[in-house]
């Protein structure tokens, strides 16, 4: 089926598109895009795309926004080894739920992801059942145990775009150094892990007043600040390719941005959570807000929505973390760390435009444009021949998130109950339309 989208508020930073127009999809590509009374956007001269076939698909989008599909870049699948949380189809109908069309899956599977066998049967999986397009993380140690390169060169060629040990620090700066050294031959980023495990040893929250309230170990902002510098360190030395995971404090944007005024190759993300709450949501002891790193102050929070806003920080990942509801009953010092992120991150983030922190444009860069670029991959872009991702959203539409809707397994989020402005109404994806 073809489909015509009209009527939408297109929104694309990769083509400075923003304006009242239509989409025209076609055999799963985009073919066309005219934006109305603009003839420098103007694809075939005429305001409106018509087909005039009954194969086709009709999608009034007036008063929407018609996006490129969101891309995650830190997506928590869990499969192969941990299907009791996620599975590659479960996780990826969350995600086109939430309009990403694109995620991104860590390699702390079981098996882990550090060779070219889990690698495959990662791709193949996603083929089969996935409702979105996977593209694997490879494992940047050999099972992140931070020791000894994984086999890199092989994992690339079968699919990898990205090098990571995501939950384990690497804490060997040879390791990392000559993990940044190795990947320049592939232009593939190592995506970091920063924590300073002999600070953090043992800590279960942010370090403070509060964690000295509650009675739990702290894990101090320089746990992850000291890996970001001796990172940055190391990126200017080699050239390689560095890009930080989940920063969460003011100090680490105020490094990262410090970097990029000197010129060093380091790009760096956030999550929704460490720009909508505090370590405040941890009161009660409440598991669902247990995330690694954990959630910071309030000054914190305003660092890193100003960091987003001036670009220190390029992208917006959910670093989705799904668990099993049992998991998280635990004790505190026992429960798993990590939130359940594809099917609010749009709303939340979307916060940043109504608060005027960002634009539209904006976002959609840091959640689309920005994470593509960074990875090497023809995706975030509504580019005629590009594959139809689009993710259609009503930015003003208020709901209430009720985890016992979540398509996920994963029901682990501080959000439920919490009432959010804005939410995907349609997700394409590859021309599959999911509504």
Known sequence: MNILIKNGHIVDP??????????????????????????AQRVKGSDTLTLGRSDTREIDASGLYVLPGLIDMHTHLREPGYEYKETIKTGTMAAVKGGFTTVCSMPNTNPVNDNSSVTDFIIRKAIQEGACTVYPIGALTKGQKGEELAEIGIMFSEGCVAFSDDGMPVMSSLIMRRALEYTKAFNVPIISHCEDINLSEGGV??????SLTLGLKGIPSEAEEIIISRDIALAKLTGGKLHIAHISTEGSVRIIRDAKERGINVTAETCPHYFSITEKNVGGYNTNAKVNPPLRTQKDVDAIKQGLKDGAIDVIATDHAPHHKDEKLREFDHAPSGISGLETAISLSLNLVHEGVLTIQQLVGKMAMNPAKILGLNKGTLTAGADADIVIVDINKEFKVDVERFVSKGKNTPFDGRVLKGMPVMTVCKGKIYE
């Open 14 to 39: 990769s083509q400075n598109i923003d304006g009242i127009g239509d989409v025209l999809i076609e055999k799963g590509k985009i073919k066309e895009i005219s934006i109305k009374g603009s003839k």
């Open 205 to 210: 929250m942010n370090e403070g007043l509060l």
